[in-house]
């Protein structure tokens, strides 16, 4: 570039400078002129006509040549001043054309010519070309898009007319200038124009090329010429570029690009030498091969990323591969790497580019290079590869990574097959490749890069035999490994290998046990620790599998995997981590963490379940735990989920832990805790345990004292326990009497008809709140002269339904019917069809009921007319076909009563819905729902209609 301009070119990978060298005017080959072809120019030969092609032409971008008004009393002074400014004013670019257009003739140097044709230069840029970082363009803030080529031209035509002599500067924007007439012009209708373009473009850049410090600048005019796709052009083209190439040694994207666009080109299209010229400088540059500096910051599994500043991880797998064996043709690929492999890479290069095999053979070769960093889409074809003599590990790490970065994960089923089956025939015909001299580094690195394409295509065949492949030739071995950049590898395939098995069995643990398996013992034992770790993040119950496997072989996972292990276990599967707490019941830290993770998954799932056993170990380990160390404030709910958990099974326990807990921390809990607490274990009939959890709490908390001990004394004397709840009694406590005891206060002194209202009112409290039987049974046996039928019914059914629910046995059928019975015969009662549901549940709970009982129960009911619609009705004009039989107790006493839906139909169907459930009967809980779900239809439909009829 030019020494007048000194400017920054920004491209992909940050600003590079760009000051030339000086300048040296050798006899360059030209472009040939002759019909299609281009003649001969000397280096320091100018085109034909050269001042007088530069048109003065005025166009619509660049009006302001006509003149513009002067902003400053002395023009040719702001305008000096201006253009030698460092930090220049906001100036409009026609501004700067109206001075100029004043004082084109006066005092300009050429230093002033050169900083004005940039200026316009940078500014007529397309988006995509190398940017120019200009001062005066950047203080402009011009955002219109205008092209001022026409400007730089007439620029360039006034510097000659004053015999100033262009710099490399002015050439490179006039070689930009001449390149945008040759995308605009049209070949066809003036071919002449469109040829001396391209004559001056080509001779302005033999005249700058040389001295230009970055030759990513360049980069248009071979694009330019790619773009006209004739062969000459580019056969010219491509020398032109190996001559650049061989000049300079760090070459950027942008000119990298260019040289993977040429190599993608049909051979046929280029000529031999030049072919054999690009193909000679690409081996002179693979004999110097890049190593880091003394200074460097990258390791041997991380690089520094200046963008960043950070350390990034390697990529150790065929991306590497990749980018080792680009290092020693462009240095920018470089990426630290075993010095074996590196070695490897360099040989192999050298092996593709050797001149003593043909020239398309190499040819090839690149191309397959340049075709692994351009390809983008998925319908990308290489060349025919599978019957190839000259099969390498060349080919087959360029094929693998060309697929890798192509293949979308999501595939129709057509092309899933296809790509199945090249990725077999890849693999099949890479073991057949000698591996002598092949580093474990590169084949870990293939045999992931197949098990990642395996377990994106669903090959379960691939995934085992890679992994057989590794046990056999010792890949899964660390006694080999000796560097971190090889340990970090071997760590990356089993997770290769762990994800693969994942995708393909669809998380079954079958599969990739049977794998494991068929690898010997020694492969087995030396990989689990690896092979458990990349299971553990991905697959918590596959990696519980493959740990107990371990154990039964006997081989032994270290201490910080099996603690990953159990903590991811407590996240997701509590039932198989509480067992651990015995095994780390002497290790503190460990059962800390396992026992923090428990308790935060048994809150954060809300489980309302958990084995006695397995209940009693995790309340030990709480109070073993919080008898030294204090709880955190954020586990204080889940430990409060985990009491009411373990209460019902380990209330002993959980008290002691109670307490333990707020003799360190009193007011850990919450008041609303500690009622439910006593409610539960009060519900439990655990009163001695509510007692001593009373006692605890007063003195943890003295102000909720007397709403505890209210809560406690109800509780206790509704369960009977009123010895007990005596203890709890004081002088300032209110003497709560049973409703029944209320009603008798003084009998005689209120009318018949108002102490029968009165008794029924005290019957709906008694049937609506929680009583007991020994208060329902009281009032009812007391006051039967005194109830109506009505009343009676609701007590009796109430008295039935705490008999069925206070029986624990398999057979509560027969205490419930004694109980009738004895009502019957003492106060009367009869019976309807909230006593039928009644008996229907005791059934339905019996053991001896199995499902075939159940139907026939079912049928036997709509034998007695509960409502089935005729769309369920089978043999015997019942829904499940059984013949007629009779229960085992009467059941007719209802038939008095009629049947309503939402009070009889609904609640007995979903007694029968729940019962077949439970007895795995799926086909009979579908029926049964079928029929609620039409007769529930029907009920709305007929509410709707009476709603209307009264409207």
């Excluded at 044709?117 to 840029?125: D, T």
Aim: aromatic share 8%.
């Amino acid at each position: 570039m030019l020494r007048c301009l000194q400017l920054t070119i920004r491209i992909t990978h940050g600003p590079l400078s760009c000051f030339p060298k000086s300048v040296h005017h050798d006899a360059i080959q030209s472009l040939i002129v002759g019909g299609p072809s281009l003649s001969c120019l000397t280096g320091n030969s100018r085109p034909v006509n050269e001042r007088t092609r530069v048109s003065r032409k005025r166009t619509r971008h660049a009006p302001e040549f006509l003149g513009r008004p002067r902003l400053h009393t002395d023009g040719k002074r702001f305008l000096k001043n201006y253009l030698e400014d460092t930090q220049p004013c906001v100036v409009a670019p026609q501004t700067v054309i109206g001075f100029y257009n004043d004082l084109r003739t006066t005092c300009l140097t050429p230093k002033h010519m050169s900083v004005l044709i940039g200026i316009f230069g940078a500014l007529s840029l397309p988006p995509g070309a190398p940017r120019i970082t200009n001062r005066h363009v950047a203080a402009m803030r011009d955002e219109s898009g205008n092209s001022y080529w026409d400007v730089v031209k007439s620029l360039v035509l006034d510097k000659q007319s004053l015999d100033y002599p262009l710099s490399d500067g002015d050439r490179y924007w006039i070689m930009w200038a001449r390149l945008v007439d040759v995308e605009n012009m049209d070949r066809e209708s003036d071919y002449q124009a469109f040829l001396c373009a391209l004559e001056d473009a080509t001779y302005q850049f033999r005249q700058i090329w040389r001295q230009t410090k970055n030759p990513d600048i360049l980069a248009p005019y071979f694009n330019v010429l790619l773009s006209l796709a004739v062969p000459q052009y580019l056969s010219v083209a491509l020398e032109l570029l190996s001559d650049l190439l061989a000049l300079h040694r760090n070459i950027h994207p942008g000119l990298i690009r260019i040289v993977w666009k040429f190599l993608l080109l049909n051979p046929e299209t280029l000529s031999s030498a030049s072919r054999q010229k690009l193909l000679s400088v690409l081996l002179d540059r693979a004999r110097v091969h890049p190593h880091p500096s003394p200074g460097s910051r990258s390791l041997s599994t991380h690089r520094f990323d200046p963008l960043t500043e950070r350390h990034e991880r390697l990529p150790l797998d065929t991306r590497q591969l990749v980018a080792l064996l680009t290092a020693p043709l462009f240095p920018m690929f470089f990426i630290p790497g075993p010095s074996s492999v590196m070695q490897w890479a360099t040989s192999l290069l050298r092996t593709s580019l050797s001149p003593k095999v043909t020239t398309d053979l190499p040819w090839q070769k690149m191309s397959l290079l340049a075709l692994c960093h351009s390809c983008t889409q998925d319908d990308f074809k290489v060349s025919s590869w599978e019957h190839s003599s000259s099969f390498s590990d060349w080919d087959a790490i360029l094929i693998l990574h060309s697929f890798e970065h192509v293949i979308s994960k999501k595939l129709s089923d057509h092309n899933m097959d296809a790509v199945r089956t090249v990725i077999t025939t890849l693999w099949e015909r890479w073991k057949e490749i000698p591996c002598d001299g092949r580093p474990a580094f590169v084949a870990r690195a293939f045999v992931a890069g197949c098990l990642r394409l395996a377990g994106r295509i669903g090959d379960l065949d691939l995934c085992n035999d890679g992994w057989r492949y590794c046990a056999q030739h010792g890949l899964l071995l660390s006694a080999d490994i000796r560097t971190k950049a090889e340990r970090f590898q071997l760590d990356s395939l089993t997770n290769e290998y762990a994800e693969a098995f994942l995708n393909v069995g669809g998380g079954r643990a079958s599969h990739i046990l049977n794998s494991l398996n068929s690898s010997s013992q020694t492969t087995f034992t030396a990989n689990a620790n690896a092979t458990l770790a990349a299971f553990v993040s991905r697959d918590v119950a596959i990696s519980y599998d493959f740990y107990t496997c371990c154990l039964q072989r006997g081989i032994s996972i270290s201490l910080d995997l099996e603690e990953k292990l159990v903590i991811e276990l407590a996240r997701f599967l509590p039932s198989a981590a509480i067992p651990f707490l015995k095994k780390y019941e002497r290790q503190s830290p460990a059962i800390e963490s396992l026992l923090g993770a428990l308790l935060q998954s048994l809150w954060t799932h809300r489980r309302q379940y958990i084995d006695p056993k397995q209940g009693s170990v995790l309340a030990g380990a709480m109070a073993k735990v919080f008898q030294v160390t204090v709880p955190p404030p954020t586990l204080r709910l889940p430990i409060g989920h985990a009491a009411l958990l373990l209460l019902p099974h380990n209330a002993e326990q959980v008290v002691h832990l109670l307490e333990l807990i707020l003799k360190t921390r009193p007011t850990y809990f919450t008041p609303r805790l500690v009622h439910r607490l006593l409610q539960v274990l009060i519900y439990h009939r655990g009163f001695r345990l509510a007692v001593r959890l009373h006692c605890a709490i007063r003195k943890a908390m003295p102000q909720e004292t007397k709403r505890n001990r209210r809560i406690l004394f109800l509780g206790l004397v509704r369960h009977g326990a009123n010895k007990l709840a005596g203890s709890l009694r004081t002088r300032v406590m209110c003497k709560r009497l049973s409703p029944s005891r209320r009603s008798t206060r003084y009998p005689s002194r209120l009318p018949v008809p108002l102490f029968r209202l009165h008794l029924q009112r005290i019957a709906c409290a008694l049937v609506s709140h929680r009583s007991t039987r020994i208060n329902v049974w009281n009032f009812l046996f007391t006051y039967t002269s005194y109830l109506s039928t009505r009343t009676k019914m609701v007590l009796g059914n109430k008295l039935l339904d705490l008999v069925l629910r206070s029986n624990s046995s398999g057979r509560p059928i027969s205490r419930v019917a004694r109980t009738r019975r004895f009502l019957f015969r003492h106060t009367g009662f009869s019976g309807d069809r909230v006593t039928l549901n009644i008996f229907v549940k005791a059934l339905l709970k019996s053991h001896d009921m199995d499902a075939f009982g159940i139907r026939s129960l079912f049928d036997y009911l709509i034998r007695l007319g509960y409502p089935a619609s005729t769309h369920w009705l089978r043999s015997y004009g019942v829904p499940f076909g059984t013949p007629p039989t009779s229960p085992p107790f009467d059941l007719s006493f209802h038939k008095t009563h009629p049947i309503r839906f939402e009070r009889h139909t609904r609640p007995l169907y979903k007694m029968f819905i729940k019962a077949f459930h439970l007895r795995n009967d799926i086909s009979g809980a579908k029926t049964v729902i079928g029929i609620l779900r039409g007769e529930e239809v029907a009920f709305l439909t007929m509410k709707s209609s009476a709603r209307k009829r009264n409207l």
